[in-house]
């Protein structure tokens, strides 16, 4: 469930079905430096949990209607951020078990002494307040490693719009000077019959041809365009519909200069689903994968390969492999691969951040990232992620196919 976010940030939901209690909570609260929101029952809390964020909760175990654990239990689904405080005068090993078992940051006993609730509350509060500043740096580190991957490949997505501008230019200046001859070609009157006609016949079909080449260059040059934007725009949390072929392929496109003279690519792209997901997180992901395993094959004059693949595994999940014949990764560096700042790279050449924010981000959308490598013979990367269920509204499944790209 997808809450609006509270001007307050430090707002505390205060669940007790006993007015005077709620006042005295509600004083605990304020004295703990937060904005205290009151309900007296379990059903107004639910609306007020659906309207804004807390960061903690005040919970009264045993209320008319739903209990306090039910509502708790609930809670934890709609705001897994919040840290709940159980507050109950019915208090026993086992319900304090049950509490804790359903993510209850707390368990206190009535009656309760004032300080030393509100100790317990500051702890909550800081407990959130540090997972908010850890998830505020996270989101800044995947911001600096997609402008970092960026720098990177700038180089080659200069030379990939040149390369059809140049094309453009060159048939933008041929236009220039045959429209004018043939403007001075129809002034002079009808061509005589025979080959007078055919050549002018010839020099406007030439002129269509033109046309045409231009257009599919500045197609290609703002195809390049949408991609860098679509990595490089900043990304909220907003999930949507992803086809992971079309975020593969771009990611291709993006890291071709550093494909292009070590090794071909193989797609192999089955029938799967679509996933919900940030598709600019997603082509950072690919991105990093492609960018690494290219850097992984050695220019040596030898044949290598670089191949992507897509199916659906046995649970319906959509399955993504990147896969390389390069250098491999030893053994004791497979287990820290995935860490923050390791790196095999030389100096200067990797932050060790980006396969460590790979897998952040694959796990935010409750996939996972595993690896596999034999040294000497390449590495290859496998994510899952599960399925969202198509409406009637969405697009058709993707044929299979399988294509070779060199």
């Not at 951020?81 to 086992?94: K, M, Q, R, S």
């Not at 300080?115 to 800081?126: G, I, P, T, V």
Request: hydrophobic fraction near 45%.
């Amino acid at each position: 469930m997808r809450t609006t976010p509270n001007p307050a940030a430090e707002s505390v939901l205060v669940v007790d079905d006993e007015p005077t209690l709620r006042t005295l909570l509600s004083f605990v609260v304020q004295r703990a430096g937060a904005h205290p929101v009151l309900a007296p029952d379990a059903a107004t809390a639910r609306k007020l949990a659906t309207e804004q964020s807390f960061a903690c909760a005040l919970i009264d175990k045993n209320m008319p209607g739903e209990s306090g654990l039910e509502f708790l239990k609930w809670l934890r689904s709609a705001q897994p951020g919040c840290n709940a405080l159980i507050v109950t005068a019915y208090g026993n090993v086992d319900s304090a078990v049950e509490a804790l078992r359903l993510g209850a940051f707390d368990y206190l006993l009535k009656p309760f002494e004032v300080d030393a609730l509100e100790h317990r509350l500051k702890l909550a509060l800081q407990q959130y307040q540090m997972r908010q500043e850890r998830e505020r740096m996270q989101a800044m580190l995947v911001q600096s490693d997609r402008l970092a991957s960026l720098g990177l490949l700038a180089a080659g997505v200069v030379h990939e719009v040149n390369t059809p501008l140049a094309y453009i230019l060159s048939n933008l200046d041929w236009l220039d000077e045959e429209l004018p001859a043939l403007r001075q070609t129809l002034r002079g009157g009808a061509p005589a019959a025979g080959g007078e006609t055919g050549s002018l016949a010839q020099r406007l079909e030439m002129v269509e041809s033109t046309l045409r080449d231009i257009r599919e260059g500045a197609e290609r040059v703002r195809d390049i365009a949408r991609d860098v934007k679509a990595f490089a725009r900043d990304s909220d949390d907003a999930s949507m519909l992803v086809d992971l072929r079309e975020v593969l392929d771009a990611a291709l496109k993006m890291a071709l200069v550093h494909i292009r003279y070590r090794a071909r690519v193989v797609r192999d792209y089955q029938e799967v689903p679509l996933v919900m997901a940030n598709e600019p997180r997603l082509a950072q992901v690919f991105l990093n994968l492609v960018v690494n395993a290219a850097q992984a094959i050695p220019e040596d004059g030898s044949s290598h390969q670089i191949s992507v693949r897509l199916w659906t595994g046995a649970k319906g999940e959509a399955c993504a492999e990147v896969e390389d014949t390069g250098t491999g990764i030893s053994a004791e560096n497979m287990a820290r691969l995935f860490e923050p700042f390791f790196t095999t790279k030389p100096r200067g050449e990797g932050t060790g951040l980006g396969l460590f924010i790979c897998k952040s981000i694959i796990e935010s959308f409750d996939g996972t990232i595993t690896a596999s490598s034999r040294p000497g013979q390449g590495t290859t990367f496998r994510i899952s992620l599960p399925p969202h269920v198509r409406s009637a509204n969405t697009t058709d499944a993707l044929a299979p196919m399988s294509i070779v790209a060199s």
